[in-house]
């Protein structure tokens, strides 16, 4: 499932049309999304999801056209065994996957509820063996064991997922990639734990990483810690990732992960590279996990934000009646409805436009009046006025 964006709802820079820019990306093939928000973006300090806002959540993601939904860690409480429960019963159209460490009972878990694929991680940097007191040899011999045991107990499809990929040495690294794919896995992930890779290195890695484990998919997993999650995420599809794992808004530790939705539009809109997503759900599946989470995102987010597609200044509202000259895409991309508010910004234009949508009556040597009126009332409530403030002034002037 995708949205098609047209050459006429696109307003972008033509230098990213480029034949150097262009050239460097696959445009013959979709790039696919793993969501991970039940899992990761849950990890966000105080976000708690119960069972049924996980399976309202999942609805919305396979409607979102996510090809695969981490459906949870079921043997972190009873809640999350519930929902992973809730998710499978759903036949949702998305693939349901489980996050599993590498550890036998991790998998058990999943085994008894049926999940049959299922992302396996064990740290391979050595400041998280380090940390957890692991051995080269102890991860060795854990991956094979994990990976086979999932193999040979019901889990059709393994992704190893080496958590802190990008911190690790690369010898090692590609040994134990050698040694995942040798016990049964599927697909490997390239993960950048710490957010601490850049998108030209996250590119130079996704390319070394492929020469190690030939037509094997790749998945590039990253977070958002210098705020470059979404242009790393870009930088591993340049490199030859097939596959974007992030959530939705951006959750998840510290900074979060990659927003999925950030990176679809991208890829489409700089680069016509073409993605299995409907953008045009975007903003609903964004609502529902902020409403489940607890928490309210910037209004100036992409894709999602509250007031991408509102015009308060009056300068911008002078070119409302032409969206490519104060927009980069269309708001029809992503479903959202262009406004005209009122505020300490606003200009005669907008007092224009305002009256012209809410069909009042209001002569034109009336404008300098009420815009006067509206930018005193909205300063001295450092806000905005609604329509209803509005209709009160334009019928007392």
């Known amino acids: 499932m995708s949205s098609i964006i047209r050459p006429d709802q696109n307003w972008i820079s033509e230098l990213n049309k480029t034949a150097e820019i262009q050239s460097a990306f696959d445009h013959s093939k979709p790039i696919k999304f793993y969501d991970t928000t039940l899992r990761d973006g849950e990890q966000s300090v105080g976000v708690c999801f119960n069972p049924e806002e996980k399976l309202a959540i999942a609805i919305k993601l396979a409607e979102l056209g996510v090809s695969r939904i981490e459906s949870g860690f079921p043997r972190v409480s009873v809640e999350d065994t519930s929902a992973v429960e809730k998710i499978l019963a759903a036949n949702l159209s998305s693939e349901i996957w489980g996050f599993s460490r590498a550890v036998r009972a991790d998998l058990d878990a999943h085994i008894e509820l049926g999940t049959d694929a299922a ?48 911190r690790s040495d690369l010898d090692f690294l590609k040994e134990v990639y050698l040694t995942a794919i040798d016990a049964g896995a599927d697909e490997i992930s390239v993960v950048d734990t710490i957010g601490a890779c850049g998108p030209e290195a996250a590119e130079w890695l996704i390319r070394e990483v492929k020469t190690w484990i030939g037509e094997t998919p790749l998945h590039w997993h990253g977070h958002n810690d210098f705020g470059l999650a979404t242009a790393a995420a870009i930088g591993a599809v340049r490199g030859g990732a097939e596959w974007i794992q992030g959530t939705i808004n951006g959750m998840g530790e510290r900074a979060g992960n990659a927003d999925i939705c950030e990176v679809a539009l991208a890829l489409q809109c700089l680069y016509n590279v073409p993605v299995e997503l409907d953008l045009t759900k975007a903003r609903e599946v964004s609502k529902i996990v902020q409403q489940a989470g607890n928490y309210t995102v910037d209004g100036w987010k992409p894709v999602v934000g509250e007031y991408l597609y509102t015009r308060e200044s009056g300068a911008v509202a002078n070119q409302f009646h032409q969206p490519s000259a104060i927009e980069p895409y269309s708001s029809d991309v992503v479903a959202a409805e262009r406004r005209i508010v009122l505020g300490k910004k606003s200009g005669l234009s907008s007092i224009d436009l305002k009256v012209t949508e809410l069909n009042l009556n209001l002569a034109k040597d009336k404008y300098p009046e009420v815009l006067n009126e509206v930018k005193q009332r909205a300063t001295a409530a450092k806000g905005l006025l609604s329509d209803n403030e509005f209709i009160k002034i334009v019928e007392s002037a």
Do not use: C, H, P, Q
Request: hydrophobic share 40%.
């Open 119 to 166: 992302l396996i991680e064990i740290s391979t940097s050595n400041l998280k063996m380090e940390a957890y007191g692991f051995t080269r040899e102890k991860v060795i011999s854990k991956v094979k064991d994990a990976i086979s045991y999932a193999k040979d107990n019901g889990i059709k499809t393994v992704n190893f997922f080496a958590v802190d990929s990008t």
